[in-house]
């Protein structure tokens, strides 16, 4: 079975800059999170979607961000315009009722705005 | 006061020991309750998950959770120098999301 599958890997922009992240999660996978870990840290929810709903996006910061879930499967996240502490990492994760909501990651994005 | 908090360490211990690593955490109407391994520069990988009190033990792994106490800990047995990473202990609140600890630190010294 593939894994969350995350484009692309590594990303450097200046700020002010947009960028796109995008996941594909599990197959058969209805709930899709998004985080962001900087150094040393946990990671830190950005946005959840059960199939294509987002049901929790307090954490979004959303004059900049935003996510898009179309179809209940693949997903975007976008930052426009990104700032310089918008460097991180950006993790897609999927779950599943059936798996008792263990989370599986993809490998992530490493944004650096210069 | 931090929904999930661990050590950050570093903890060292030496190849041969027992790791332990311990996680409190704030909700009290938590129910799930997992470990991720992290290895630097990679994702977190789930290596436990527990939903009721008491232990649950997979190889070399053991978790342990206290919902009395609000606390949840992992011990690695026989530790290996493959086993150095950083450790995640993460909850899922009462509204389903998923809240991560900062980590600890471990090494495992040959």
């Known amino acids: 079975e593939a894994g969350v599958v995350q484009s692309p890997r590594y990303k450097i922009i200046e700020k002010k800059q947009p960028v796109a992240f995008w996941c594909n999660p599990i197959?058969?996978?209805?709930?899709l999170y998004w985080y962001r870990q900087n150094l040393g840290q946990g990671p830190e929810l950005l946005i959840r979607?059960?199939?294509?709903?987002?049901?929790?996006d307090s954490q979004l910061p959303k004059d900049r961000f935003s996510a898009e879930r179309l179809k209940g499967v693949d997903s975007t996240l976008k930052i426009q315009p990104a700032e310089l502490g918008d460097s991180a990492v950006y993790l897609c994760?999927?779950?599943?009722?059936?798996?008792?909501?263990?989370?599986?990651f993809g490998p992530g994005t490493r944004l650096t705005v210069t | 006061q931090k929904e999930v908090e661990q050590n950050s360490g570093p903890l060292s211990v030496p190849e041969g020991a027992i790791a332990s690593l311990n996680c409190t955490y704030s909700?009290?109407?938590?129910?799930?309750f997992f470990w991720y391994r992290q290895y630097s520069g990679k994702s977190p990988e789930l290596i436990m998950s527990i939903y009721s009190n008491g232990d649950k033990e997979d190889g070399r792994f053991t978790a342990q959770l206290n919902k009395a106490s609000q606390y949840v800990s992992l011990l690695i047995r026989d530790s290996q120098p493959s086993d150095s990473a950083t450790y995640l202990c993460a909850v899922n609140m009462d509204n389903n999301d998923m809240r991560f600890g900062a980590g600890t630190r471990l090494t495992v010294k040959p």
């Open positions: 197959s058969g996978h209805n709930t």
């Open positions: 979607y059960e199939n294509e709903e987002a049901v929790d």
């Open positions: 909700d009290r109407v938590s129910q799930s």
């Open positions: 994760a999927s779950s599943s009722r059936d798996s008792l909501y263990e989370q599986y």
